[in-house]
């Protein structure tokens, strides 16, 4: 039976609640007795909390308690010992938000203060292995790269970027009895529940977690932090729901980033452009207490068919919160070092970009030496190269000017595994009449559209309503569960997609604007493509938010973030985001699960940082390596 629903351009559900207010977030909820509570941050990022003066706060009127005491909770860090600047010290509870606000401005702490590091670059920070990225090596690497006709080796460094969703992280607690239900902005309600139960030290069977719309996660809220556990543990202590909310200063310390990152990346190759070398190292900062780790090595690994290759991956322990996913997480920022470094080997050989990329196209995957499920990037490269105009990019940088500003085109491939879990489904059909038209119709020509079945425009056509209705049944329900298996020991499932940018280069202020960018994506087949559309031109607009605006600052003193706040990070705003499109190639593939789809959330932001900086260097020759991209770098 061949549905027409896939391919509809069909909008999101809650779209229009959300746009006219309608949809009710986590903190918009009102459970009787409500109390407001406001979370005191430490102002040291290592040692301990020596004493902590609570009566100015406990006086002001409205609030009702000041919590100080968490030796109770199974947090992922010390409650003991500060870990991070921003850590919880206290919560005050009171009857509103203003008072709860003031009284935790009156709160006051001294500190026995240790010596504190939170440079992942100093020399003092120690480094270990990853320890889900051991080291990896194919062939003889070095040599091949010492003995190659053209090398590239290049170093990049990559700011900290914080999640600046609208949606504050919030969370609203109540018990009843020993029962809590937690209205939270999740992600993740299975891992809320679970995360919270062991903090507080009760079954993962008496939490219950709501969360009917998020404004914007993109990784932010996969896991419950610490606001989520305090707002339970007040409420029990209080005996009346609490409601916490996170300022957008709170956000930067009270939820994870994406780590900044220092990689290399060599490449070596012979006359006709096909790369034999490949050497990734790369290392990320991460939390004393917990050693956060992203997949950065599996794209240099498997995307080209490099036979010499090798990788490795260190963790730096620095005072500072645990990382966390963010869009892409730990794929685009090695794609940026990967894409631009064949950019570059591109450039000096006098191959095209795209020319190059197809010359070093696999057969199979040769990290696990499987096949790929499906690869359709030769046509992704077509695409987006014609719908692009890719032809009219000058060969030389620095050759196409408008006026006083200089134009650059780039492109760069984008990739992300195709991750798939056990899933369950339940279909209900509801009910009541007579009569059917379909009798011995051939079923693979039966369409289904808003609850009624054809043979065509014009053809016999029933709908469940009567079906039902002649059976004599209320309804009819059907569950059904799939699983990957072990289709992972079997195939190689990546989506794939090429990223074009043209960029304009003010030679005089260093500024760069982004003028127009496309893409083109092998992501399987596309149930929404209006939906599909609209994540890819998300990603985009992520993607230049991490190459041209987004840097977290950090006052080495003291670990405090000196930007956190719209105000001073910045975050891509309408006049930065131009002309933005995408595109689908019509493609199945039926080998990684029965609809025939692959990811298409991550996807969608790799590349595009590595389009832009190639971009423009085409523009104006300069190979930078740096993000975000600053002005300085262009004078």
């Given amino acids: 039976m061949a549905g027409d629903v896939a391919g509809q351009p069909f909008s999101r559900g809650d779209a229009r609640l959300k746009v006219t207010g309608a949809a009710t977030y986590a903190a918009e909820h009102r459970p009787e007795g409500l109390l407001y509570g406001v979370i005191v941050n430490a102002a040291a990022a290592r040692g301990k909390v020596s004493a902590i003066a609570t009566d100015a706060a406990r006086a002001h009127p409205g609030v009702l308690h000041v919590l100080t005491d968490f030796s109770s909770l199974n947090l992922a860090h010390s409650v003991t010992e500060l870990t991070f600047y921003g850590q919880p010290i206290a919560v005050v509870l009171a009857t509103t938000a203003e008072a709860a606000a003031h009284g935790a401005s009156l709160v006051e702490a001294a500190y026995d203060r240790r010596p504190t590091l939170t440079d992942f670059d100093d020399p003092r920070a120690m480094s270990v292995t990853a320890p889900s990225n051991p080291d990896y090596s194919r062939g003889d690497p070095d040599g091949a790269l010492g003995s190659a006709h053209a090398k590239v080796d290049l170093e990049f460094t990559i700011s900290r970027e914080n999640h600046n969703p609208i949606e504050l992280p919030s969370t609203i607690a109540r018990w009843e009895g020993d029962k809590l239900t937690l209205w939270d902005k999740s992600q993740w309600v299975q891992g809320a529940a679970r995360s919270v139960a062991g903090a507080l030290g009760i079954s993962e069977q008496d939490v219950r ?55 290399r990346l060599a490449l070596g190759a012979g006359t006709t452009g096909r790369i034999e070398s490949l050497i990734y190292e790369v290392r990320t900062e991460t939390s004393r207490y917990e050693q956060y780790e992203e997949g950065l090595t599996d794209l240099p690994k498997f995307f080209y068919g ?154 016999a056509a029933d709908s469940y309503r009567e079906i039902l209705g002649r059976a004599g049944l209320p309804g009819l329900e059907a569950t059904a569960t799939w699983g990957p298996g072990d289709t992972d020991q079997r195939i190689s499932s990546y989506g794939y997609g090429a990223v074009f940018a043209e960029v304009s280069v003010d030679p005089l202020l260093g500024l760069v604007r982004i003028r127009r960018m496309f893409a083109a994506y092998d992501v399987g087949r596309v149930i929404s493509p209006k939906l599909a559309h609209s994540q890819a031109i998300g990603g985009m607009v992520g993607g230049i938010g991490m190459a041209l605006l987004e840097g977290t600052a950090t006052d080495h003193r003291d670990g405090r973030i000196v930007n956190a706040g719209l105000a001073d990070y910045l975050v891509p705003v309408n006049a930065d985001v131009p002309e933005l499109d995408a595109a689908f190639i019509d493609t199945e593939d039926p080998l990684a699960d029965p609809i025939g789809v692959k990811g298409l959330g991550e996807i969608t932001i790799v590349g595009v940082p590595a389009a832009i900086g190639n971009a423009v260097f085409n523009a104006t020759g300069k190979r930078l390596t740096d993000l975000p991209i600053r002005l300085e770098a262009l004078l």
């Fill in 209 to 263: 977690v709501h969360c009917e719309y998020v404004g914007g996660g993109f990784g932010s809220a996969i896991r419950a932090y610490d606001h989520v556990v305090l707002a339970a543990f007040a409420a029990r202590h209080a005996r009346r729901p609490v409601k916490v909310v996170l300022s957008r200063r709170q956000s930067y310390y009270g939820t994870g980033y994406r780590p900044a990152s220092r990689q």
């Fill in 306 to 459: 490099v036979p010499h290759t090798r990788t490795r991956y260190r963790l730096t322990a620095i005072d500072t919160q645990s990382p966390a996913s963010m869009r892409g997480p730990g794929v685009v920022s090695s794609a940026f070092a990967l894409e631009t470094a064949v950019d570059q080997l591109a450039h000096d050989l006098g191959i095209d970009p795209i020319e190059l990329r197809l010359r070093n196209e696999p057969t199979r995957d040769e990290v696990t030496r499987l096949p790929f499920s499906t690869r359709r990037l030769r046509e992704c490269y077509d695409l987006g190269a014609r719908r692009f105009g890719w032809s009219r990019r000058a060969a030389a940088p620095g050759d196409r000017r408008d006026g006083d500003l200089l134009i650059g085109m780039g492109m760069a491939t984008a990739s992300y595994h195709n991750n798939r879990r056990q899933v369950g489904s339940r279909a209900r059909v509801a009910v009541a009449d007579p009569a059917s038209p379909l009798y011995r119709a051939d079923p693979a020509k039966i369409t289904v559209r808003d609850g009624r079945l054809s043979t065509g425009a014009n053809g």
